[in-house]
């Protein structure tokens, strides 16, 4: 099977269908004709083999299941099953390329006048066959159509097939469209969970499990719980990239905060907590678990303490700030300012919520709210000097001295960002160090512990370069 990798471009915030393109580049890239896999014998309408989606639609046959779709003409179920499962589905499991007239060779991955690609044959059969479908046979559609999918989804097909199938196991839906059909659930879960699953198939079952989190009665949501919570406590194997595995965390965590359910003996808030305080794991999965704390359903006990996750909440702003800083001053290369604002944005969300009054804001006693009020007050702040404007990239001036070729670098254009970034950091961990209150300003020069330690020292350019 094909070992499928994340570039290092596609960090933990990077998008589903980002994430998808790449592992299908990669699994395009690494497919070859010595590696078999499987696939379904392709069906036939009118003594003609279908090879690709257009010998669907206008085809007799293809009328006549319409017809039943809509009530129009009476269900044939065996008819109706044999036209997907022997001339519609089979197209969903090829690879191998295919010869179209003319003698040219196609790729039934790439949307060609002889080939559709998998995306589109989604769309082609939402838009031709789930959209005509009425209550009394979408159900059919359904059943048949997830059946044939987890096939695929569980078989030695090739990886694009397979999380192609998944994703039409995802989209099935109920009379409404925008709601997901509960019974593909354990199809789902099976896909997130089998020893066999591969990332390409992991990661739209982790998508589609926060589609259906709206929809999970109380023992579904307890399952999925129990999953996610395996998923977000995963380790990296030992000289492995964290990029993949940090990417299906922060899945499983949007699946968490989608559900809201605090789990048996509030285990979500305390794993999710676990995350934040966690400094081996990435900042990207530390700070989404930060912000889907704002989202659970956490009903504390009496007498709950709120101030340890105050602390490691607020902690985790400074390391925030502070790891970016030191990144960019350790690679000699750019801070990354959206980053930076959206690591604090889910930090801020999980003191206080989108909506400024929930998160630990909620949970606080009284005096434990005002330190979250001002740290939050300074969160603010922070994120704001992340649009400090920076300088344009000049290129360095080469120049001669004693008879030799020197380079003098140019200022560094985020020479503004960077102090405006550790000025508003350093004035929240002032805030934190004094319990919510500013810090009074000093007499005199602070005393070398009387203040945040700066981490990217702004220093002016070199003034040679050889």
């Known amino acids: 099977m094909v070992a499928l990798t994340y570039p290092r471009r596609l960090r933990c915030g990077a998008s589903t269908a980002q994430v998808l393109t790449a592992l299908f580049a990669v699994a395009i890239a690494t497919s070859s004709k010595a590696q078999e896999y499987a696939s379904l014998p392709l069906g036939q309408l009118n003594g003609r083999p279908v090879q690709n989606w257009n010998s669907l639609p206008l ?126 659930l354990p199809a789902i879960l099976k896909g997130v969970t089998s020893p066999t699953t591969i990332d390409a198939v992991r990661v739209p079952a982790l998508a589609g499990l926060v589609r259906q989190a709206r929809v999970m009665d109380a023992d579904a949501q307890g399952q999925a719980v129990a999953v996610m919570l395996t998923l977000i406590k995963q380790k990296v194997p030992a000289g492995q990239s964290s990029d993949g595995t940090d990417w299906i965390a922060r899945r499983a965590i949007d699946v968490l905060a989608a559900m809201g359910n605090p789990g048996q003996n509030s285990a979500v808030p305390n794993a999710l907590m676990s995350l934040v305080d966690d400094k081996t794991a990435s900042m990207g999965v530390r700070t989404a678990a930060a912000a889907a704390l704002a989202k659970i359903r956490f009903a504390p006990p009496q007498n709950f303490n709120a101030k340890p996750w105050i602390d490691s909440l607020s902690k985790l702003a400074v390391d925030c700030y502070k790891t970016e800083l030191s990144n960019g001053a350790a690679q000699r290369a750019p801070i990354v300012p959206d980053v930076l604002k959206a690591r604090l944005t889910d930090v801020r969300q999980g003191l206080a919520g989108a909506d400024g009054n929930s998160g630990v804001l909620a949970l606080a006693a009284a005096p434990d709210k005002n330190l979250v009020k001002a740290v939050v007050q300074q969160l603010d ?86």
């Not at 179209?100 to 060779?105: N, P, R």
């Not at 690609?117 to 048949?144: C, H, I, Q, W």
């Not at 030799?404 to 405006?420: E, S, V, W």
Request: proline residues 10%; glycine residues 6%.
């Open 381 to 466: 702040n922070l994120i704001s000097q992340c649009n400090v404007a920076v300088g344009p990239n000049a290129p360095p001036t080469q120049y001669v001295q004693d008879n030799a070729p020197y380079l003098a670098l140019p200022p560094d254009p985020q020479k503004n960002l960077i102090a405006a970034v550790e000025k508003a950091g350093t004035d929240l961990e002032s805030v934190i160090q004094h319990g919510g209150a500013p810090a009074a300003a000093p007499a005199g020069p602070a005393p070398a512990g009387g203040k945040a330690t700066p981490v990217r020292e702004v220093k002016p350019a070199d003034a040679i370069f050889n």
């Open 59 to 184: 085809s007799d046959e293809s009328k006549a299941i319409i017809e039943m779709l809509s009530g129009a003409a009476p269900m044939n179920e065996q008819r109706f099953n044999a036209f997907f499962n022997d001339a519609v589905f089979p197209l969903f499991a090829q690879w191998q390329d295919v010869k179209v007239a003319g003698g040219k060779t196609v790729s039934p991955f790439i949307d060609s006048p002889g080939a559709t690609s998998p995306p589109k044959m989604r769309g082609n059969f939402k838009r031709e066959y789930a959209a005509r479908a009425n209550n009394a046979t979408r159900d059919k559609l359904n059943t048949v159509t997830m059946t044939k999918m987890d096939e695929i989804v569980s078989g030695n097909f090739h990886p694009i097939c397979r999380a192609n199938a998944m994703m039409m196991i995802t989209g099935l839906s109920e009379a409404d469209p925008d709601t997901p059909w509960k019974k593909a």
